[in-house]
């Protein structure tokens, strides 16, 4: 249940995604195929741009790599929670990513590990990304997905997750950090994908430095 309304928000992500890859000449096939097997909100929103104008294969791999790079962290964050899976780790595996991660560390430090719960979670995501793809290629330019804020709907759901984990000075200041460093990395270079990953590596050297400062003391 607690995947419910995020997975609703990941939908009319998914749809927005689905929308802007047929608007840029996507085959049906390619636009569903894509989610089946990348299942990368930021990947296939960035893929499909760059190949829009023209970028090479190789510059899309590479910066998908680069932006997947976070997902390192938060595999090595999920490990303990998921080892009772053994074998089947390298499937759950393939579900890490944001909003699954921000779910399943939640329930792993109430609960402990739990890969089934994960493996619901992820489950559950990937249907509704796969469906909301296939029916925004479907629908095609009948839609405007910023005319229709379908858009927002995915960054403000997870910003409701993020905010009742948001507990002691350094989580907040990290949090805090990362939103400043965001808006301002974006107010100096509008649209660039590389920004996500910087916040991501800058922002938590802030809660680090308080954390320590605070065991120091």
């Known amino acids: ?25 996507f085959s049906l096939v390619g636009v569903v195929a894509m989610s089946l097997l990348v299942f990368s909100g930021s990947v296939q929103m960035v ?20 932006l997947n790079l976070r997902n390192l962290l938060y595999g090595a964050a999920l490990a303990e929670g998921l080892a009772p899976a053994k074998k089947w780790r ?3 595996s393939f579900g890490v990513s944001d909003e699954p991660f921000v779910l ?22 990937y249907i509704a ?9 479907l629908i095609g330019n009948q839609v405007d997905p910023q005319k229709w804020g379908l858009d927002l709907a995915f960054p403000i759901t997870f910003v409701a997750l993020l905010i009742p984990s948001l507990k002691g000075k350094p ?33 938590p050297l802030v809660g680090l430095y308080l954390k320590r400062g605070a065991q120091d003391a």
């Open 1 to 25: 249940m607690e995947a419910l309304p995020l997975a609703i928000a990941i939908a009319t992500y998914g749809l927005s995604y689905g929308v802007l890859a047929n608007q840029a000449n």
């Open 47 to 66: 893929a499909v741009a760059m190949l829009t104008t023209g970028a090479s294969v190789a510059s899309v791999l590479f910066t998908s790599v680069l």
């Open 90 to 92: 390298w499937l759950l």
């Open 104 to 125: 399943g560390s939640s329930r792993f430090k109430k609960h402990g590990p739990d890969p089934l719960y994960f493996g619901i979670v992820i489950g559950t995501f």
């Open 129 to 137: 990304w796969a469906c909301s793809s296939f029916i925004g290629a």
């Open 171 to 203: 989580i907040i200041a990290t949090a805090f950090a990362g939103a400043m460093i965001a808006i301002s990395l974006e107010y100096l270079m509008p649209g660039n994908e590389f920004t996500i990953i910087i916040t991501g590596v800058l922002a």
